[in-house]
């Protein structure tokens, strides 16, 4: 058993005996909080490309692209500074409300430079055991590989045992193949599972990935333990399943209950602090650095080659309202595309044959669709409208 999932099944312990989903299942490291405070000048933003690995037993584990769209959205209102519940214009720690000046975009290009929609799935039959697990993450064990953790945030959707609601790996922390977040798929996105349905629940296991710990510090929470970062108050409750619209004290001092650190419900939850953020900076300029530099997120330019016009392929109906059907001259493995009018391609897969019927959720407007051939080559290039 690894050290990090012999940690997390300490947690499955200490869960069961709670009656809410325990909010994270990140135990920090034992060691004090290493990186230096970024002092730099703050340049305009860093982008971070997502790819969000769906592995699934059971159909409702499948979540639609819309909720991984929201999770995005949700991550970049978070980080953004735009979560904010209406009362929190009366509350002391209003001030601390800080832009992160970090976004997040769901890849457009693939490890090996192909378009993709940034969104992976796996219907998994095998027995194994999801969240927390090592198999999780290996294709070869039931799970689907990281992309290249250098490049990306990779981050898993899957089911959790336990009543856990996500983990993820602190910087330089466990193999690079397993580096990333984990969210149960019931927390994951917007219009998600109450009490954690506004997708904080991924916003705070980013936070742990760009080198956050919790406020209450490593280890239980306790006044005799901090963590490290002086602008968030010693504390030594967690808020599990709790919504405080009012000063709550501990250690002597108002609690900072609305950060997205603590275990507080979604809809209470409102700020990273400035040194929080700095922080974040010093991982994004130290140990996670590459992220910067990739180019997960740089469209793939919609090919520019002739369709060959003596293949015939029929494409109906168009409109379609969700169900559509390609037809093709002659057998082969094809890949059909879907871009939208930003050239961002929404919708991809391969079928084999000379048929396919697809049903699919993109929303109502008009797509660039392609089809290209085992070489590559592109067959069929045509506007095709979804109305709903
Ligand atoms: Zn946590």
């Not at 290249?148 to 922390?173: C, H, K, M």
């Not at 010093?282 to 650095?289: D, E, F, H, K």
């Not at 084999?352 to 070489?375: E, V």
């Not at 590559?376 to 290039?381: A, L, N, P, S």
Request: glycine fraction near 8%; proline fraction near 7%; charge should be negative.
């Amino acid at each position: 058993m690894s050290v990090r999932v012999y940690l997390l099944f300490l947690v499955f312990q200490l869960a069961a005996s709670v009656s809410v989903s325990q909010r994270c299942g990140f135990v920090t490291p034992e060691r004090e909080v290493t990186a230096l405070p970024f002092s730099g000048p703050l340049s305009d933003e860093i982008v971070i490309p997502v790819v969000v690995h769906i592995v699934w037993q059971e159909p409702e584990e499948n979540i639609p692209d819309e909720r991984v769209w929201s999770q995005i959205e949700a991550l970049n209102e978070a980080f953004g500074a735009q979560h904010i519940p209406d009362w929190m214009a009366q509350s002391v720690f209003s001030p601390y409300i800080t832009d992160t000046k970090i976004r997040f975009c769901l890849a457009t290009r693939d490890p090996q430079g192909l378009p993709t929609t940034g969104i992976e799935r796996r219907h998994t039959n095998s027995n194994i055991a999801l969240g927390g697990t090592t198999e999780l993450h290996y294709t070869s064990m039931g799970g689907l590989d990281a992309w290249d953790p250098q490049r990306y945030l990779n981050i898993w959707v899957t089911r959790f045992a336990g009543g856990i609601t996500g983990t993820a790996s602190f910087p330089e922390q466990g193999p690079a193949a397993e580096d990333g977040v984990e969210v149960h798929y019931a927390f994951f996105g917007k219009d998600a599972t109450v009490p954690y349905d506004q997708g904080i629940t991924t916003v705070h296991e980013v936070g742990h990935y760009l080198g956050l710990p919790h406020p209450w510090g490593p280890d239980a929470p306790t006044c005799n333990q901090d963590d490290g970062i002086d602008d968030t108050p010693l504390s030594e409750l967690t808020y599990q399943g709790e919504c405080p619209t009012w000063l709550v004290f501990s250690c002597g001092t108002p609690d900072m209950s609305m950060n997205f650190m603590y275990y507080t419900n979604d809809a209470c939850m409102a700020l990273f602090t400035p040194q929080q953020r700095d922080l974040m900076w010093a991982t994004l300029n130290g140990p996670r650095s590459t992220l910067k530099d990739s180019d997960g997120c740089v469209f793939t330019p919609v090919s520019t080659d002739t369709p060959n016009e003596g293949i015939g392929v029929r494409l109906y109906p168009n409109p379609n309202d969700g169900v559509l059907s390609v037809q093709w001259d002659y057998p082969d493995q094809m890949t059909l595309e879907w871009y939208d009018l930003h050239g961002r391609c929404v919708k991809r897969l391969s079928a084999n044959g000379t048929t396919a019927r697809i049903h699919h959720r993109l929303p109502s407007g008009t797509y660039l669709f392609q089809l290209k051939d085992s070489q590559g080559k592109v067959i069929d290039r045509r506007l095709c409208s979804v109305v709903r």
